[in-house]
């Protein structure tokens, strides 16, 4: 009795792939990646670029070997190929990062002039907290505060005579007031100096 051969199916040429993989057969193209995989993977990796970008090689290497597998000229040279293609993938993600980076840009120029974000909540909420602690002084006092401190440069002749107050009053009652103030404000909370 004769024992039947086993034939192993011959494991097809890159050349019968690429073709394959052209004409959408199911597997050639898994093939092909599992193929090559580790030689596009070599390829990018010896550009030693970060790791987002080292994934972002390898698909675009990928993605271009599918859009274009059928303008290979020498189907069993399609490592020397992929190698080109990754290498140019590299290529240009270096080179899309370096007109990405910021040049001609002094650092001075890159830190922000004015009070940040936090600073101007603060501000606000102790000039808000500055209000209500003027709203709960006395009449007079208040009026005085509000006079002095409404103009940048406040004139005490022109507050002597729209308070109706001596000039050599002023300084005192603006002492008192500002003294209520600052008691008023540590009573609520606010961080204020003991002058």
Known sequence: ????????PATPSTAELVRDACDRRPGAWSELASR???????????????????????QNTWLRALERLHTVR????LGGWLSTV?????????????REAPTG??????????PGPEA????EE???????????????????VSALFSTPEPNY????????????????????ALRTLRCGLAQAGQDVCAS
């Not at 090559?36 to 390898?58: I, K, M, N, P, T």
């Not at 840009?105 to 004015?114: E, N, S």
């Open 157 to 176: 002749a022109e507050v002597s005579r729209l308070m109706g107050l001596p000039i050599g009053s002023i300084g005192p009652t603006r002492q008192r």
């Open 120 to 123: 101007m909540v603060l501000a």
């Open 105 to 114: 840009v002094a650092d001075d120029q890159l830190v922000m002039d004015g």
């Open 74 to 77: 020498d189907p069993d040279s």
């Open 36 to 58: 090559y995989e580790g030689l596009v993977r070599a390829v990018v990796g010896s550009y030693r670029l970060q790791e987002a970008d080292f994934a972002d090689a390898v």
């Open 86 to 98: 990754a290498r140019r993938e590299c290529l240009a993600l270096l080179a899309r990062s370096r």
């Open 1 to 8: 009795m004769v024992s039947p051969v086993s034939v192993t």
């Open 126 to 144: 102790a000039r808000r907290a500055v209000v209500r602690a003027v709203t709960q002084l006395p009449v007079k006092p208040r009026a005085l």
